[in-house]
């Protein structure tokens, strides 16, 4: 067990790690980009990765606090999906209504994870940089052209 300050070290190593290793790599319009906090350009729609226990994870978020407006998000994505996965070249999860509890609210996401990894065990992040990095930049070559449909809601 870990005191809070070792594993914020801990964190942050990994995270600095996997920024290093994504910064090499210019984005699918060949601009360097913050892959760690990426900037998709429109309110409330998220990029997001993470490693909560023995699971990392990294998905499409949408956080819209209106409904209605986050339901329109997530239909326009649907109407994407076929596209989505093809560049992904793996099917995600598709949750419409996901409760938050930290937040206490209900976002909708895209996601993927995978079990049994943690960032406590060094021998365990190449395999989540493996897991993360590839995808992220799929979700940036996907987005590079999938952004231009979510104009309208804006």
Do not use: C
Request: net charge negative; proline share 3%.
């Amino acid at each position: 067990m870990y005191s809070k300050e070792e594993s914020a070290v801990i964190r942050k190593k990994f995270w600095t790690a996997l920024g290093r290793h994504l910064s090499s790599k210019p984005s699918a319009e060949g601009l360097k980009v913050n892959w760690l906090n990426y900037k998709t350009g429109v309110k409330h729609l998220f990029f997001r990765m993470d490693i909560i226990k023995k699971e990392a994870y990294i998905g499409i978020e949408l956080h819209h606090p209106d409904e209605g407006i986050r339901e329109l998000f997530f239909e326009q994505f649907l109407e994407l999906k076929t596209y989505l996965h093809s560049i992904l070249e793996e099917e995600w999860i598709w949750d419409e209504e996901y409760y938050q509890e930290d937040s206490n609210k209900y976002i909708s996401r895209i996601f993927t994870s995978k079990k049994g990894l943690t960032i406590f065990n060094q021998e365990h992040w190449p395999e989540l940089i493996n897991f993360l990095a590839p995808r992220m930049r799929k979700l940036d070559e996907f987005w590079s052209d999938a952004k231009y449909s979510f104009d309208a809601l804006k």
